[in-house]
Structure formats: C-alpha cells, structure tokens
C-alpha cells in the first residue's frame, strides 16, 4: 500500500484548477455542445461506457452530487420530502426500511411512484431501490415475505446450492415489489462467539465457506434479478460492538486480514460480485488513528481496489450511524470524508431537508474544491455506468412493479419449499449422540413445552398434544427474569421432562436454572449458539438458527424422530 501523503499542487496544475473553479461557478448547467443530441438520456442508444461518460459530463453538480446518494423514508409510503428529492435533485438511489412494510402491496406501489418520478428528470436515470432482505433474522421487508432459516442454518448444511436457492428465492419475491438491490449477503466471518450484531447473520467460522456460500448466495440473487451487495468490509465479525452505537473496534493487524476477513471478498472478487458495502469498523493496528474503513482511503483504495483488484461500486453503511458520525464529528463531514475515501453510492436511512448541512456543505464543496468535484463525477459515473449495464440487460428488475401482482408472488410458492426442505437439513446438535424424544416415548411421561414463541409450541404440541405449557417473552427486564424464575420451579415441579427455547440471554437464564433440577431437559436453540454454549448438561441440545416457521417446524421434526440429523454446528464451541 501507498500510504504517503499527495504532493502539494504546482503553479501550472493550481492555475488550471482555478480555470476549472471559474467554469463551474458559472455555468451550473453543462453546455451541450458534445456531438450528442440535445435529447440525450439514459435511455439513449449507445455503448454504456460511452453514454456513461456523455451524461456526467452534461450533469450538473446538483445533479452529480444527487446520484450518488440513497435516502430512507419512515411510513408505509414515501413522504413529500422524499419525492421532493427524486423530483427536483434527480436522487440517484432509494432505500426501503423495516419501520413500516407489513403491506408488502403498499411497498410495491411505492416503488412504482418513486421510480415513475425519476423518469419524469430530464436525464430519465432511474433509482437503486434497496433494501436488507438477507434472510433469516435481518428481514426489512416483513407482510407475506418469506421468514427463512437464515446464512448460519446455510453454514449448518454446508451445501451451496441451499445459499444458491436462498439468494434467489429472496431475490424473486424483491423483484415482485420491484426492488432491485439487496444489501445480502452478510459475510462477516464469526469469530467472535460474543457478537451480538452479527451472530446468525454469518455462513460461519470458516472463511473459505463463508466465500463460497456468500458467492453462492449472490449467483443466486442475480440471477432472480436482483443486485446482490456483500457486507460488511473489511469484516464485522471479530467484535461484540454494534456500529448503529459505537464505533467497533478490531484488534487485528494486516496479515490476519487478508488471512480471514477479506478471504470471502476474495471469493466474490473473482466471481465478479457488482455491490460491496463498507463497515463502519476501526482496525487501529491498520490504520492508527481509528479512521471507520468506510472513511478510509486506505481500506477502499490500497485494500479494496488496488490489492482486491475490485471493480464494482462501493456503498457505505448508514452514515446515521455512529459509528460514522462520531468519529467524524458530524454527518455532512461524515459524506465528505466517505466521498473522499472512494464510496459510490452515501446511504442515510432518513431523508434529510433539501437545504441541509449534508447537502449544503457537500455541494459547496464541490463548487470551491476542484479535487473533491472530480471524486463526486468518478463516483457518478461509476453509479451511472452500473445502472446502464444493469437496467439493459438481460435480466432486471421492472421499473414499475404491479402492486396486484403481488399476492400471487409473495411468498415465492416454490420457495415456500424449499425453505422448508433447506431448514430440515440445517438442523443440527450439540455432541456425537442424539436420541430422538419419540411422542411414543413422551407419551410415558408428562412433557413440559416452555417458550416464546408460538410458533415454536404449536409444532411441538403436534407431536406432544398432552404436553403442557409454560410461555415467556422473548425481550424481558430484569424484573421478568426475575419472576419467571421464581414461577418456573413451581411450573416444572409435576413433569419428567422439559423442552425449552433459548433465543437470547434472558431465555439462556431461565435455561441454566434447570441444571440439577432432576428432570430431563431438551433446549431448542434459535439465532445465536453462543447462548446454549455452557449447556452440555443438557440431555439434548437442538440448533435450529432462526425463529421463522421454517426452522421451527424442522427442529420439531427431528426431535421427534421424524427425519435425521443432517447439519454440522459451523461453529467450534469451546
């Protein structure tokens, strides 16, 4: 890496650096003296790198600066505010959030608003909508999607094509409601057991499966017609912090990265992945000043591009995050330095006023900074280049989704089976020996089912319709640990054997209390296994990764002996 500092500027390159101050102070919109016709678009017919460069160079800064930025909107359609910005800026990208998209209908039309707007902009560029549709416990768009088993239960089985089939059933059901970028996968390695942010989010430990999954799961998205955008560079999985809070920081030195965290990219790299999202993540062995990489030109350029070899765009995490900002000091200062570092594309997950700091200061910028407008246009063009290449070719997402359409495409029916099939081989156990709990076996014996879910105790009262039922939440106070507690000695004190779900700490609680209770205890567990990790006391210790109906009726299936135990815990549990 080259880590010396630019040479300060000479007379002659100052003086032409003045000429080109002078010109864009002057002249906000470009001539169109280019040889092109003067109805030039997007839509125009030439070759995509050609047609790229003509229309950056016809963009005025307000409009250069505006497509390399992604707003969120709260509310189940998008406010004025928003359509404000498509409107009069020419917004380059749109991101649809998890506050409000039980209405998955409603989501579609949105879509089709926001995209039918931009195409009323003279340049006719249409909108990046995006959102977090990974799989499992990150679902941004809720209503009638799929709930699926999620990347861990996919390590769990270890088989490609489950991450193939996952990135492209996912990938179908975002096209239905015309989303045409999914912030998936996550391949963040899990090598921090204590990762609170990660956890079920990962393939695993192992980095080369983690590439191959992730690579995997991309295809498969791509091939549904949606972008697939690797996350979180450099690798957010060797740290318990949460950057929506704080800046995580990672105490590794250069070679151990290339060694595990980047090992996925490189994988994805080479298969040719089009999106990478960069974490806020501080490496100070790496970079000494506790620079975030998603500011850091030397995570971007050095690493990412110049040692990677990497070619696609670049999309920061949400700059709302802290992680960013407190660093920076500030969120205009924050686009700044992740502008000046190399992203493509800034994401803030609210819709900032037409004349605020992160416009205002950016855009003034780049009208006094010659070398901060020239990495906007380098950013817009990759933007631009991008949408040619992806919206004519052969497999994209419409334009303009057909909201009655949806029903008919939401859940996927054939994903609907194959979740299913992919959550059965994802199960897996703690040790060498399983015994299955036979609803022959439990019918000797008085069950105990204690959990937080219902999902969860439907299908185990399928199998063990006399069992009964001691019910907690699944977030709890202090307080509610307390008292469940005290309840449960009292609950459990009539039955031989208790099945309980461990989804969280406060569940993991009330699991530790029954060791020595002198009953036979079965834990269930969901999301991460670090919970259930001191839990080999346990008769029978299950693994089924995720509370979607999917995984809890596999784990019920395999308890009960109906099918084997086909998955491999992709983690080491010391």
Not at 273 to 292: D, K, R, T, Y
Request: aromatic share 10%; hydrophobic share 40%; with cysteine.
């Amino acid at each position: 890496m080259n880590l010396t500092a630019k040479k300060p500027l000479n007379r002659f390159a100052a003086f032409c650096a003045i000429l080109f101050l002078s010109s864009v102070l002057f002249a906000e919109t470009p001539s169109a003296d280019d040889g092109y016709p003067e109805d030039l678009d997007f839509w125009s017919n030439y070759p995509n790198e050609e047609l790229a460069q003509a229309l950056v160079d016809r963009m005025t800064d307000s409009e250069l600066l505006a497509q390399i930025l992604m707003f969120g909107w709260s509310g189940s359609e998008p406010d004025s505010l928003l359509t404000s910005w498509v409107s009069q800026r020419s917004l380059g990208s749109v991101k649809v959030y998890g506050w409000d998209t039980n209405d998955t209908k409603q989501v579609a039309a949105s879509v089709k608003l926001v995209q039918k707007l931009a195409q009323e902009n003279r340049l006719k560029i249409p909108l990046y909508v995006a959102t977090d549709q990974e799989g499992g416990w990150i679902r941004h768009i809720k209503g009638d999607t799929s709930d699926t088993p999620g990347n861990l239960a996919i390590g769990s089985s270890g088989i490609p094509s489950d991450a193939y089939y996952t990135g492209y059933y996912i990938g179908k059901e975002m096209a239905a409601l015309g989303i045409n970028m999914n912030f998936a996968p996550t391949v963040d390695v899990y090598t921090n057991m204590e990762s609170s942010v990660i956890g079920p989010r990962s393939f695993g430990e192992d980095p080369e499966y983690v590439g191959i999954l992730g690579a995997a799961f991309s295809k498969g998205s791509l091939d549904a017609g949606v972008i697939p955008t690797a996350k979180h560079f450099p690798g957010h999985g060797d740290t318990e912090a949460d950057s929506h809070g704080n800046l995580p920081v990672i105490n590794i030195g250069l070679d151990l990265l290339y060694e595990r965290e980047l090992v996925p990219y490189k994988y994805l790299i080479d298969w040719g992945i089009p999106a990478i999202m960069s974490g806020h993540l501080s490496f100070p062995q790496i970079v000494p000043n506790n620079e975030p990489a998603s500011l850091s030109k030397v995570f971007l350029q050095d690493i990412l591009r110049d040692s990677l070899g990497y070619e696609g765009l670049i999309i920061t995490d949400d700059m709302m995050m802290n992680g960013a900002t407190t660093y920076a000091g500030g969120l205009s200062i924050a686009v700044r330095y992740a502008i000046e570092a190399g992203n493509d594309i800034i994401i803030s997950s609210t819709t900032p006023g037409l004349n605020e700091a992160i416009w205002r200061n950016n855009y003034n910028r780049m009208q006094s900074v010659p070398e901060f407008r020239e990495c906007v246009k380098k950013a817009a063009h990759r933007v631009i280049k991008s949408k040619l290449d992806y919206f004519k070719g052969p497999n994209h997402v419409t334009l303009y989704p057909d909201e009655n359409l949806v029903a008919s495409k939401v859940p996927d029916p054939e994903g609907s089976v194959f979740f299913l099939q992919q959550a059965c081989r994802s199960i897996s156990v703690m040790g060498d020996d399983f015994e299955p709990y036979t609803p022959e076996e439990a019918a000797k014996e008085r069950v105990l089912i204690c959990g937080q879910f219902f999902s969860y105790t439907d299908e185990l009262l399928k199998r063990y319709p006399h069992a009964g039922i001691f019910s907690y939440k699944y977030s709890m106070t202090a307080s509610n640990v307390s008292q469940f507690l005290s309840d449960l000695p009292r609950s459990y004190r009539n039955f031989d054997t208790i099945i309980i779900c461990v989804a969280n700490e406060e569940s993991a609680i009330l699991a530790r209390s029954l060791k020595d209770c002198g009953k036979k205890v079965i834990v269930i567990s969901i999301l991460a296994p670090v919970f259930v990790a001191d839990m080999d006391w346990a008769d029978t210790v299950l693994f089924a990764y995720s509370y979607s109906d999917y995984s809890f009726k596999a784990v019920a299936s395999v308890l009960a002996g109906e099918i084997p135990v086909f998955g491999k815990l992709p983690l080491t549990m010391d």
